[in-house]
């Protein structure tokens, strides 16, 4: 099992920079597949971006070349950087964690993130 605790959110004007980290607890993080999820007042939760246990990465078409997921295994933390804000990313962001070849994901508590424009 793996405890996840995100932090790094705030209040951000559009075109700003905000960079979520994302901790976890426990060992062998490196075997788990990390995403990022954001999910909008009134609406569904939406995967944002996806960073694999050998660093693949995949995004969402909405923050393609503006967002970067990464990760630091000596760390146990994952990590998004968000530039080019827009009004539209305000949501609150959440990490997952799922260990490789389980479906099992793991969450953390969320961290609100507001743009204002």
């Known amino acids: 099992q793996v405890q996840l605790v995100e932090s790094g959110g705030g209040l951000v004007q559009a075109g700003g920079s905000l960079r979520l980290s994302c901790a976890a607890s426990g060992s062998s993080f490196s075997f788990y597949v990390m995403y990022w999820y954001r999910q909008a007042p009134g609406k569904q939760r939406d995967l944002v971006a996806t960073i694999g246990s050998e660093s693949t990465t995949t995004y969402s078409d909405s923050v393609k070349g503006r967002f970067t997921i990464s990760r630091d295994n000596a760390k146990n933390t994952v990590y998004l950087q968000m530039n080019s804000l827009k009004a539209e990313d305000t949501a609150v962001y959440s990490c997952?964690?799922?260990?490789?070849?389980?479906?099992?994901?793991?969450w953390g508590q969320g961290t609100q993130v507001t743009v204002s424009s």
């Open positions: 997952a964690a799922r260990r490789i070849h389980t479906s099992i994901y793991y």
